[in-house]
Nanobody, 118 residues
Framework: QVQIVESGGGLVQAGGSLRLSCAASGSTFGFDAMGWYRQGPGNQRQLVADISRGGSTNYAGSVKGRFTISRDNAKNTVFLQMNSLKPEDTAVYYC????????????WGQGTQVTVSS
């Protein structure tokens, strides 16, 4: 069974940094695109950043230049380095991992809370 395990969330002051990790397991042939989404109170879940198996990245405009997504295919792990954090970055961050075998589907992590204080 596919499992998604997230870590690294916490409380940080504005201007600080935080690094999120997402370890995926249970896929015979690894994972395709992996990414991070976030959902603040009363808001819909939105894309923060994602990365393809080959390393192509995509970022939300609000985090471009501050966040960096990367992955280690050998460990099926994706990271999100968050710098220059702002209070508006406060949200629950969810890891998303997609597979193509045996079927095409996406899996979600449990979510990890990131809180940025003023």
């Amino acid at each position: 069974q596919v499992q998604i395990v997230e870590s690294g969330g916490g409380l940080v002051q504005a201007g600080g940094s935080l690094r999120l990790s997402c370890a995926a397991s249970g896929s015979t042939f690894g994972f395709d695109a992996m990414g991070w989404y976030r959902q603040g109170p009363g808001n819909q879940r939105q894309l923060v950043a994602d990365i393809s198996r080959g390393g192509s990245t995509n970022y939300a405009g609000s985090v471009k230049g501050r966040f960096t997504i990367s992955r280690d295919n050998a460990k099926n792990t994706v990271f999100l380095q968050m710098n220059s954090l702002k209070p508006e970055d406060t949200a629950v961050y969810y890891c998303n991992a997609r597979v193509s075998f045996p079927t095409t589907r996406a899996y979600w992590g449990q979510g990890t809370q990131v809180t940025v204080s003023s």
